[in-house]
């Protein structure tokens, strides 16, 4: 099954605590992204990757880490976590023979940072 | 600098009836707009897009309008049923683009039987 998952699905953590949620997907799409998602402001994009060691920071990357050593996994870092960084988090992938960007979303990290 | 926005944060319709979610952009950049729908505790998957030199995109029940000149575009449901009570969000993009998609804040559909 074409999928894009992600671990943990929930956290709870303390301030500077360093924490990773991982995204794997096995679709072999070329463009990964991180989503944040809060109430008022819909999704908003953290970082994304158009392809192996090739990353870009998105809308909203202060306070996030991110890598891309293999095709299939993007993980997302929080070095030293921070209560606004409680939010509900989107890894998505899509492949550039993909006319219009259609991205697949896996199921959603939810955060919260105390 | 919201550049995608979904004015209504909820909308309610009888089951049977038309839904109607409207979005508005502000960059004009944008040439190809998406809609996703969302469930509680899953992440959003695509419903329909449209290019920009496209003014209407049919798929079943789901139809989306685009007006240029407006920057408006809106997704219509019909007939509606209650499987599509969910949280709609619009999105635009620059094909092109580095995999960019912008969002709308979403709009919460609930249909009632």
């Known amino acids: 099954e074409a999928q894009v998952t992600q671990n943990p699905r929930y956290l709870i953590t303390v301030t500077g605590k360093k924490l990773t949620v991982t995204c794997s997907q096995n679709m072999n799409h070329e463009y990964m992204s991180w989503y944040r998602q809060d109430p008022g402001l819909g999704l908003r994009q953290i970082y994304y990757s158009m392809n192996v060691e090739v990353t870009d920071k998105g809308d909203v990357p202060e306070g996030y880490k991110v890598s891309r050593k293999e095709k299939r996994n993007f993980p997302l870092i929080l070095e030293s976590p921070s209560p606004n960084q409680t939010s509900l988090y989107f890894c998505a992938s899509s492949s550039p023979v993909v006319a219009g960007n259609e991205q697949f979303f896996g199921p959603g990290t939810r955060l919260t940072v105390l | 600098d919201q550049q995608v926005k979904q004015n209504s944060p909820s909308l309610s319709v009888q089951e049977g009836r038309i839904s109607i979610l409207n979005c508005d952009y502000t960059n004009s950049m944008f040439d190809y707009f998406l809609w996703y729908k969302k469930y509680p505790a899953e992440g959003p998957t695509f419903l329909i897009s449209?290019?920009?030199?496209?003014d209407k995109n049919e798929d079943g029940r789901f139809t989306v309008f685009l007006n240029k000149s407006a920057k408006h575009l809106s997704l219509h449901i019909v007939p509606s049923q209650p499987g599509d009570s969910a949280v709609y969000f619009c999105a635009a993009s620059v094909l092109g683009g580095a995999q960019k998609l912008v969002f709308g804040q979403g709009t919460r559909l609930t249909i009632n039987p």
């Open positions: 449209i290019s920009s030199i496209k």
